[in-house]
Nanobody
């Protein structure tokens, strides 16, 4: 129900835009988010947005470099990533849920739907 694309290899300082197409039950999901996971690390919150595009939130490491957005006509959520750093290397996952929790949007276990992930590799 969630299919990510747009990952790849990029040099430090470069940009990538990830896409997540929501289908089936996830098309009406109220909350969409991006998480990432590196080998040996826990899944980490990146960004979240509500269905009305209100209330975007970002992980502290983003520091203004990423923008989350969505197109409800195409049922697609985007993550524009600029000024990428080697430490941004990870598998990026799209997640969705029917509820937006102001307290728990950053917790992975609160999301019901997940994509398969797309690899982002940032070289020095």
């Amino acid at each position: 129900n969630l299919i990510e694309s747009g990952g790849g290899l990029v040099q430090a300082g470069g940009s990538l835009t990830l896409s997540c197409v929501q289908s089936g039950d996830t098309r009406s999901a109220y909350t969409s988010a991006w998480f990432r996971q590196s080998p040996g690390k826990e899944r980490e919150f990146v960004a979240v947005i509500s269905r009305t595009s209100a209330l975007p939130r970002y992980g502290p490491f983003v520091e203004g470099r990423f923008i989350i957005s969505r197109d409800n006509v195409d049922n697609t959520v985007y993550l524009q990533m600029n000024n990428l750093r080697p430490e941004d290397t990870a598998v990026y996952y799209c997640a969705a849920d029917g509820v937006y929790s102001l307290a728990n949007y950053h917790i992975a276990t609160n999301y019901e739907y997940w994509g398969q992930g797309t690899q982002v590799t940032v070289s020095t």
